[in-house]
């Protein structure tokens, strides 16, 4: 089952004093995730420095940009392979045996207060199979619970809050889902991505969970397709994995956000499967 | 400026039902921080999985232990030779050239909510000379404006609670400092370990800084010597370095604590410099 | 159905310092809560300053004490003769018609930030019929799903945390009932007071919410019988009715609280209706 | 001193359903501020029902609006007549002697968190001289520490979250300035009125600190002349004393407010002191 993507997003920023940004809008690379060919190209023709870095070793570019209207443009075609598993066959790993660089992914994090929320997950989700279905059962739950609604929240704004306000945006959903994940003893944590058909078009945020012996993806907004999901980074919530970060002054014009199935049909044939999918 | 350090701790637990225990009680091996020899010893004499992991691969010990009386015991002689600077020589790093690992402390995180506390952070500190000394007036205004209390706080406690409620011990001092400083751009980490002499005997909680082009010790609680810190693992904030994570049902019946420098007063000489010093 | 109640309390503290003690532990009186009698003793024998104040006119006494061992002691013999009425009959007020001085009731609070709360509350129970049955099952939705926990709160905790942590004592229970039922549209407060049997002995917190044209009592703790509530005064929420507000210097050394239901059995007969009771 | 002041307001709104309208809009009647003549015109030309509640008796009018365009219009002439005492006289007040109903405005509420602050109150301003001086040091406190920055919070924007992120408008300034005097021990309450020549024109929210035997008037935002503001009601704080409650489906559309000084300048001569003045 695999799937070629197009992805890409054409950022431009107003820059009034020397700014450093960086960014994270290219396409990671894993095994199941192959980038055949990508580009990144800035007007003006400034250089950016690659790297990688974080536990994930996310991709970042950056660069300092001199007053000008930047515009920032990326395009990837991205060859997705997914390890798919019968979702009923997935359990949760125990803490005993768990890899050690997972055990990370349970500790609370800035938007995603574990630590406040253990009680709430295992009254609402501890009596439930502990296995794929329970993850899918939390997010089932944050997305029948919660309203999607722009405006609602910030970038401060945390899983408890959505928790109480009930409404939010995919980030608040990833983050909710991850918490109550984490509180129930499953490690889970933030994906920045391309997702194909996003409506409205935008960059996405969801979650993967770390079930048997590798990480699992799930949309709990059901907005996208998590076949159609291409992963830009990781991290233990947003704020790990921000798609632009500044320290200067500029102001966001305009943003286009793209993703497109163009698998060719001869290959492909019937349609994917939407859970037990793995691309990490 | 070498010292040579003994550090230790017993801890004891009766463990009620099956649990999974993970120690940080090792000492970090980093190129200023010599392991000259150690020991971890539990009885019963369980076998621990040892490794390190994490961001800064911190030293982990996993060990799953069954009903019993379990203790604990570690030991650890240590040679600190430490990187010391002239405070007044380092300047604070630019985002535009950090190295890309460090730009993660710059994120808030848990407990360390600094994309809330900027504002207050420039208010402050925002008119200063951008160095070390910078850092260190962050640490003197939280000492003097935080009262020592134990009891203040508790595992839930944040940054933004203790500057309301100007109390709390040393992990809330490490974590406000820590705050601070990432609201002024500076990358900054929690760091726990052993503190020579410190009254009354535990665990220490303090902070790091990056600056210039290295990580540099700073105690906000002043209740240790910065020359006689010895590191465990470091951290975004405390949740990434829990001296004993438990996963099932124990529960902590005594804890012992100590270090104590027992450097060779022929081979030292002169009581070593407290500020400008790094050991990462 | 008239029932004769006995309560009582002992406080003893120490005073340290000249401090101003003001006292909420007195006997409200309604038309339905007759004080047939009452004493109020201090040792040493202080003059205290007798006043209603508030919106509710709750009866307090004020007393300056310098140093020394303080004991105050209130005995009252109460009449209750609630209104009952029939649950199924009472509906909920509309905004439109309530009486003025009940509309503060609608308002958010120190401790029940109902403006948090609204779209919980509405998801959760909007869709029940509006009447008293309404009341009944926030009543119950609060009382299945905490725990009664001592110490798991403070005297800072507010309806959000109990509402995430799961877990409070009765003073948590009834601001997080009333929280719910403004964040409906229903005015309901906070009373302290004494609780018949109540086990272990102590002030109890409960709450009232205005329906039809009065206000109806709910224990959402179920620790109590409603029918043996005696009220001392009512507010948005505890801040309004703490039982002590000291300024001074004084420590609580020991306290007893009792209440006993005394009616006479040839008066009575049967056992009192548990809903659609009144005595404000 | 005696000021002649014309205030007045235009509200109109779009009444999608069935709405009941609360307005605390009209101007309070006091032995310092006389009403001389108002009209309150609705178009369409409703009864509105009018009444004075809570414990300050604020003046309210209610009525419910079927679907229509709805223009509210509020025209008041008023006389003031201050109590004007020397700053340098006024000291605090003692718990042991105030007035039982200025006691309540020593509790915390829900924007004013002063449980929360107490700590912090103490630190900045425990040293001070005891008087009228000490809660302008507060007011000047707030006004030097906040940024008035309109879009910076919302209507659940508490104190503690203000003095956190150090920005806030009138209300954000006086529920701050509020807080800290409450945890100083000085009674302090919120009060909402017409500010002359306020700019932008606007409705305005203050405060007023107990002290001595009454009720003084600060600004903390100094935006306004204390001597020109008209008070429409009070409370413990924004939630008490909201402009417009609406319950059911209405969107403000336009508002527009004013107030002028129109003393008759032969009458009076000179301008007005600016602190120590009373107008409850």
Request: hydrophobic content about 40%; aromatic content about 8%.
């Amino acid at each position: 089952m695999q799937k070629s993507i197009e992805v890409g997003c054409n950022l431009s920023y107003e820059v009034r004093q020397s700014t450093v940004f960086l960014f994270q809008i290219s396409c990671a690379l894993t095994p199941h995730q192959v980038v055949d060919s990508e580009s990144l190209i800035l007007n003006p023709n400034l250089a950016t420095e690659a790297f990688s870095a974080g536990i994930e070793a996310n991709r970042m570019h950056r660069v300092v940009v001199e007053p000008c209207e930047l515009n920032v443009s990326y395009r990837g075609n991205i060859t997705l392979t997914p390890e798919i598993d019968e979702p009923g066959e997935v359990n949760e790993a125990s803490t005993a045996h768990m890899p050690p660089e997972v055990l990370t992914y349970l500790n609370p994090s800035r938007y995603c207060e574990s630590d406040l929320l253990g009680r709430f997950a295992f009254e609402e989700f501890g009596h439930l199979y502990r296995g794929y279905s329970r993850v899918q059962a939390v997010c089932n739950w944050v997305c029948e619970h919660l309203d999607y609604t722009p405006g609602s929240t910030n970038s401060s704004t945390t899983a408890t809050a959505v928790l109480l306000q009930r409404a939010g945006v995919c980030r608040d959903y990833a983050h909710l889902a991850i918490t109550l994940c984490r509180g129930l003893g499953i490690p889970a944590r933030y994906v920045a991505g391309y997702a194909v058909n996003l409506q409205p078009p935008d960059f996405h945020g969801f979650m993967e969970a770390f079930l048997g012996d590798r990480w699992y993806l799930f949309d709990p907004t059901r907005l996208s397709l998590v076949s159609g999901l291409v992963r830009i980074g990781a991290g233990r919530d947003a704020a790990d994995v921000a798609i632009a970060t500044l320290n200067g002054d500029a102001r966001l014009l305009d943003q286009q956000v793209w993703a497109s199935d163009v698998t060719d049909p001869a290959a492909g044939g019937g349609a994917a499967p939407e859970s037990g999918i793995s691309t990490a």
